[in-house]
């Protein structure tokens, strides 16, 4: 258990629906990192987080957004989905950012039917 | 282009004998290397962190190698345990500031040990 938490497990959506993803990072850590892991794309980092603030950005489609709250929990917001956007969403957390190891959540599976 | 190639794409071994996975990278500027085990359907786990000083860093029965010069770095296990079973994966960070900068990954070896 990384004590990254990530809610839900699973989702199933229609195309076209909003879903948020919500990701509780260990204790302690301001860093947070959303990442999408599917079949044809490998692992893919979306958007990371440090203490509330936008830090780096990845390939994150303009229909997803995310933030970070005061207590630091963060949300990943997906609108007008589509097939392609089923995948594994992962949360990740560090203490602070750049060299830190980065522990990663169980994952939030998507599918959009 | 910057890119992280991972050889093999699968690897089969038998319980006890070590291998080694490859990760060749085009990402420039360079800040560090990670390779990281992720099990089906689990969040990956680190396992090591490396930057351009640095030439090999071990984690119990892991081991990293980098080489910055000519941009490859490799994962050596020893004594393979039917736990290892996993995908390893290489991620290369490209420098940007202080802030984490882009990640670039590799597809990942799919690693199988049999007893």
Same mark, same amino acid.
């Given at each position: ?19 948020? =993803? ?7 850590? /301001? ?7 599917? /079949? ?5 980092? /979306? ?40 995948? /594994? ?23 959009? =039917? | ?10 690897? +089969? ?35 090591? +962190? ?66």
């Amino acid at each position: 258990d990384s004590g990254v938490t990530q809610t839900p497990k699973h989702l199933i959506t229609a195309t076209g629906q909003r879903v948020t =993803l919500r990701c509780s990072p260990r204790s302690g850590d /301001l860093s947070v990192y959303w990442y999408q892991q599917s /079949l044809d794309q490998g692992l893919q980092f /979306l958007i990371q987080y440090y203490n509330g603030e936008e830090r780096a950005k990845g390939n994150i489609l303009e229909r997803f957004s995310a933030q970070q709250f005061p207590d630091l929990h963060s949300e990943l917001n997906l609108s007008s989905l589509e097939l392609g956007d089923s995948a /594994l969403y992962f949360c990740a957390s560090s203490v602070v950012e750049g060299l830190e190891t980065q522990y990663f959540g169980p994952g939030t599976r998507l599918l959009v =039917l | 282009k910057n890119q992280v190639e991972q050889s093999p794409q699968s690897l +089969i071994i038998l319980e006890g004998k070590n291998c080694t996975l490859q990760c060749n990278y085009t990402v420039s500027p360079f800040s560090n290397l990670r390779w990281y085990k992720q099990d089906t359907g689990r969040g990956p786990v680190s396992l090591t +962190i490396m930057t351009f000083s640095e030439n090999t860093k071990s984690n119990g029965r892991y081991t990293a190698t980098l080489d910055a010069d000519t941009k490859q770095s490799s994962l050596h296990i020893t004594a393979s345990q039917l736990s290892d079973s996993a995908s390893y994966i290489c991620v290369v960070s490209a420098t940007r500031g202080s802030t984490l900068g882009r990640l670039y990954f590799g597809r990942g070896t799919q690693l199988t040990v049999w007893p």
